[in-house]
């Protein structure tokens, strides 16, 4: 079983930042591809962003690339969503999710397996 808890969620005015973090528990912490996905009210859920085991590698729905810029602290056991320039269409609730397979990195939320309870992020025009 991993828990996994988002903070850092706000109000923010358009063209601000935020930083989001997820801490997650367990020791295998390494192990784990990690993204961020979002949903909007009356949207699906969509993908965000995704990183590798180790953190060399990343990967960025075309909606954020250049603005928002993941990452992580293995030794934390956290993962960072830093959003910078965010507009009005940003606005969502952010959850991070764990992969504990052994498998690529994934775009689809089916793949992963265990989910934060999310972040509200409100970006104000």
């Known amino acids: 079983q991993v828990q996994l808890v988002e903070s850092g969620g706000g109000l923010v005015q358009a063209g601000g930042s935020l930083r989001l973090s997820c801490a997650a528990s367990?020791?295998?912490?390494?192990?784990?591809?990690m993204a961020w996905f979002r949903q909007a009210p009356g949207k699906e859920r969509e993908f965000v962003a995704a990183?590798?085991?180790?953190?060399?590698?990343?990967y960025y729905a075309d909606f954020v690339k250049g603005r928002f810029t993941i990452s992580r602290d293995n030794a934390k056991n956290t993962v960072y969503l830093q959003m910078k320039s965010l507009r009005p269409e940003d606005t969502a609730v952010y959850y991070c999710?764990?992969?504990?397979?052994?498998?690529?990195?994934?775009?689809?939320?089916?793949?992963?397996?265990?989910w934060g309870q999310g972040t509200q992020v409100t970006v104000s025009s």
């Open positions: 990183i590798s085991r180790s953190g060399g590698t990343t």
């Open positions: 999710a764990a992969d504990l397979g052994l498998g690529p990195v994934w775009r689809s939320s089916t793949e992963y397996d265990y």
């Open positions: 367990g020791r295998a912490f390494s192990t784990y591809v």
